[in-house]
């Protein structure tokens, strides 16, 4: 049976989310051009084909740029917000966990991990 | 390119109403005092007005309400929504109409009560969840926008030893500008301490790093400039406008430290023929302490990462070599949603000579620049009294 990513009955948002909620991150990669392109389209934003391939991404990325949302310890206490470059030359917002918010780094090495349907990241090396 | 453009229209006429606290009032009854007064200071009635651009953080359909309102049947509308920068960016569209003749007199308008409203910004961002999904960023619960300038923030301090204290920089100069303004809404003194000190929303911006949440409206009205002349006041003539949208969520900015602002500042300078140093006084959407850095750097003011030694100089304050954001800008001064409108009607004041304390003297040229989104549309104009011509 092929994966949910084959399928051609649902737009890219959804065929992403069900790949995620089966715990496979997917990114895509122009079949024309030969861009990666994150986060799904149905165009290339590079060429514009619409010949735009799922594939999974080796998972390692940098961190780019960082925050931390300050949240009272009743609404969540404060929470890490990262942009990620991933090695495939796409980036993503997410967050790094393992650490501490404020241990969060630019230019921290870090590994895509997927819980509950999200894309997370661990500091490389990190025991999951 | 466009020369025959450049300075085509002219500003007649300006007016804010409610900047601070309005409680009682809706977001179009602001607009439409705002309105009215601005009309009346170009010298027209509302029976003049035949073109219409306003946008609203809420309502979508927005110019019917406006137009309906105000009791006008526009020939030209223009209902452009891209944040903030909207005001601005409708001078472009504004300014092909006049010329095209398919209008003669343009009421550009906006309105809000966000800070006393009962539907309040909690209901508006969790509405925008629904109505307008970001689902590759809301599921990590950036605080929105806060969090974009922060990683943009971040980002300029790692590339180029950005410092919070130059940001705080820039609260400060506001402050000190607004200080010298009757309209500001925040004019105790404010210090770098202050700044530094105060309570983190989102890494490194405090909330004294963040623009306010106030009421407020503003309104201009753009005619031919020959037309101008025979208006009330002295014509500020428009010599330059661009607008640029590269990306919309912060995630998919292909440089956290370069904003739009460098392809609008250029080619809005290269349709006035003008070059930064050509410059009286220069008037910031700074929804945030970052927003003010960019800009110098992306509208040519300032190398790449050299506008916080710049800005930590006093270079930005009264007195220093280049006045930014002499209302207050939206950090100390009004910020009701969508601060665009402000910083033109600033700069029409300052070319008009109408600034009072803090008044730059002999002001000729002046630059405003518009920001929406979470640094996603960017407009810039440049406008010039009529010896500029």
New interface residues.
Partial sequence: MPGAEESTMTGVQARHQVALDEGRFLIQRCEACTCHVYFPREVCPHCGSDRLAWVQPQGLGTVYAVTTVRRKADAGGDVNVSLIDLDEGVRLMSRVEGIAPSDVRIGQRVRARVADGLVVFDLEGASA | MSASLRGSAAIAGVATFGCGEMPGFTDIELLARAARAAVADAGLTLRDIDGLCTASASATMWPMPVAEYLGLRPSFIEGTMLGGSSFIAHLMPAMLALQAGQCNAVLVCYGSAQRSATFGRRELVASRRFLDPQ???M?????LPA?AY???A??HM?EFGTTRRQLAAVAVAARAWAQLNPEAFMREPLTMDDVLGS???????SVRDCCLVTDGAGAFVLVRGDRARDCPKPPVHVLGSATAVWNR????MPD?TVTAARETGQRAFAMAGFEPKDVDVVQLYDAFTINTLLFLEDLGFCAKGESGAFVESGAISPGGSLPVNTNGGGLSCVHPGMYGIFAVIEAVRQLRGEAGERQVPGARTALAHGNGGTLSSQATAVLGTQDTL
């Fill in positions: 689902p590759y960023e599921p990590y619960e950036p605080l969090s922060a990683l943009a971040s980002r790692h309570r983190m929303v989102s890494d490194p911006l969520q912060v995630s998919s956290l």
